[in-house]
């Protein structure tokens, strides 16, 4: 009895990541609402299954006559080699500015590591931050340079989240320093990286 | 011949348009994106006002699901059984100006009016919720539960469940967090793309 061989032969010809020029790397999988306000730094990669909504942003207010219409805000921008992975969420917080309801623009900043199944609503992440597999970062939380979030920690609402410090817990509660040397020691060898250092080597490894 | 399987319906399964389409009320002013996703043979309803944003999930599969007025369900979220239930009573009454946020998988029987189920919580089969009742982020209320309305869930076990007194007792702070809510659907009408016809057919 002979089988249709299509199913398997026909997906093969395409690759699971689109590279983009400045070298960044979207799934085909990933969910990207609102394309024309998501930034990317260049080598940052997003990874199958991510929900990124670029769509929602600030809107712009309705233009008085005579004047030019602005170009349109950035609702997500995001750093050189960050690595999103699998299943995370990206979602713009929502707060009260003039009394009126309005997306706030995230900012994440390079070498940003996020772990799978995490949801980030926070308004701003530095770089070389280290936010490990499903951590929820509440909406309107600030996280600094050079810290790590743990694994199922919940950053609660206007949390920051101090430069260099490790938090985790529900309610997340600073647990300690990274200490001297945290994120040194990486790009030695090729594929080699560490939490908090450089991503490239990580970026590069990921085809 | 009967293993082959049917060429049509394998490529069809990988796209996002389900084979069966469940019926669907949804309310002239309710809010469905284009990529949410409407799954099952039961019947969906949506009331006024309520926001469906892309990327949740609605599975009717096993019992039908009617959401409430003023209700958002955000991205990733799955509301619907997940399997066959064991008694009679298989749907799903979610209340209105519920808000669910992404990530959350509710199986409940009932949900109350003003609910807020926290990102990636998960609310088990048959579990009847309150009014005003918040399940913080990750949480989990387990198969069966009766939470009491104002209750409030961050924990595990009756440790992790309390009532929130400030908001039964003060009348202000419900109308605050109503506006609030009211605001936020304001801001998402205009920008999640509304295509409940597709669904409507």
Redesign the interface.
Known sequence: ?S??A??TARRSVKTEYIETDTGNKISRRA?I?GKQNIMLGGKTVIMAGV?L?G???R?PERVAEGEKEKPNTTAVSIGRATVVST?T?I?PP?R?HKG????IPMRIGDNVFIGP?A?I?SASISSHVYIGE?A?L?PLCIVKEGSKILP?T?VPPGMTVPAGTVVGG?PARILGEVGDGWGQGGGVEVEDWVEGGDLRPLVRSIK | ?T??PD?PS?RQSSTVVPLVKPTCKIHPNATVAD?AHLLGSHTISIDSNTIIH??ARLNASHGNISIGAGSIV???SVVGLSSEPDDEDSNITIGSDVSIE??AVIQARKVGDNCTLG??CKVGKGVVLGKWCTV???CEVGEGEVLEDYTVV??EGRKGRRVDGVVRERREVREVRRR?ME??R??LR???VDSKMKWMG
């Not at chain 1, 009126?100 to 997306?103: E, H, L, Y």
């Open positions: 009895m089988r249709p299509g199913s969910f609402e929900h909504r769509d929602l942003c809107k299943n969420v979602r929502m009260l009126q309801m309005t997306f199944n949801h609503s499903n929820v509440s199922n919940v529900r | 011949m293993t082959k060429p394998t990529k892309p990327q955000a991205e990733k992404s990530g990102t990636n913080a982020a990750l961050f924990g609030g605001m936020e304001e801001v205009g920008i999640v």
